[in-house]
């Protein structure tokens, strides 16, 4: 296993890595940008003046941004969202965070505190009439989700309580109870990704690796990493390394790593991420 850096500068915050048909994505999270990632390095595709957690390409084209505390929804071409579907969570406390779209076109994302107040996150559901639903409340900081569509599952990190797992019914977009899947004690479950044998990968927070599951939740693989604060991971689908992202918030020590993507070479790969039907 090889683990290269991005030839790119290093950023605060990198976050929600996506492999999006067109090529791999990321956000640098509290300077609300989105960067393109490539063999030479990164490119800024766009910049908010509000957080941005994740991003998804729609399927009339344009992009649907998780930013601030809401979703906007930008044309192909425009330069200003067409709609902005508000949260009403209060913009100087609350963010959103991670997301990932389901095979029937919703966007899924969490939300949470600043100050990460315990039981101040939440997950939320876009459908793509845009009806925007808060489907579950009292989480800290909530990663993912990551939506198994084989299996009808759906998993959801949060600091405190470790990678949580549920059902997911396809049709009506209800959940089921979420329960403890695994559990890090020296870390903290950031973002995550499936492999093409359902297999769920973890970055951890903290601890300077990720982390392959089992489906009955047993850990199966460790990947040891330069940098102390992994963000999140996505696979390319024709096999070659993953993206994995870092982040140097908050570190008094940060090491050449920290704040920069990495190119991972697990030998595994997944579909490219889905787009959201609104």
């Known amino acids: ?6 030839d790119m500068p290093v950023v605060e915050f990198g976050e929600g890595a ?11 999270l509290l300077a609300g940008r989105l960067l393109s990632v490539g063999p030479k390095g990164i490119a800024e595709v766009l910049a908010l003046d509000v957080p941005l957690g994740a991003a998804a390409p729609r399927t009339g084209g344009g992009l649907a941004l998780v930013a601030g505390t809401s979703v906007h929804l930008l044309d192909e071409g425009a330069d200003a969202p067409a ?13 959103v965070n991670d997301a990932c779209t389901d095979d029937r ?6 939300a949470m505190a600043y100050d990460a107040t315990p039981g101040a996150g939440s997950l ?4 793509p009439d845009r009806t925007l639903t808060c489907v ?5 900081i909530p990663n993912g989700p990551v939506i198994d569509h084989e299996r009808g599952l759906v998993y ?14 396809a049709a009506t977009g209800d959940l089921g109870v979420l329960e403890t899947f695994a559990r890090v004690p020296d870390a903290s479950p950031d973002g995550m990704a499936l492999d093409h044998e359902g297999l769920l990968w973890s970055a951890l927070w903290g601890g300077s690796r990720l982390h392959c599951y089992d489906l ?9 990493l330069p940098s102390s604060q992994p963000t999140s991971i996505a696979f390319d689908p024709a096999g070659g390394p993953a993206l994995v992202t870092t982040a140097r918030h908050g570190l008094t020590h940060p090491r050449d790593a920290d704040g920069r993507s990495l190119w991972v070479d697990l030998q595994r790969s997944a579909p490219a991420a889905l787009p959201y039907a609104g």
């Open 1 to 6: 296993m090889t683990v290269q850096p991005v």
């Open 18 to 28: 996506r492999w999006w048909a067109s090529g791999p994505v990321q956000v640098d």
């Open 156 to 169: 959801v990190a949060d600091s405190a309580r470790g990678i949580l797992r549920g059902t997911l019914d």
């Open 83 to 95: 709609v902005v579907v508000d949260t009403g969570l209060d913009p100087q406390t609350m963010r």
């Open 136 to 140: 579950l409340e009292g989480l800290d």
């Open 124 to 127: 939320w559901c876009l459908e």
């Open 105 to 110: 076109g919703r966007l899924w994302f969490g």
């Open 216 to 224: 009955d939740g047993s850990l199966a693989t460790v990947v040891p």
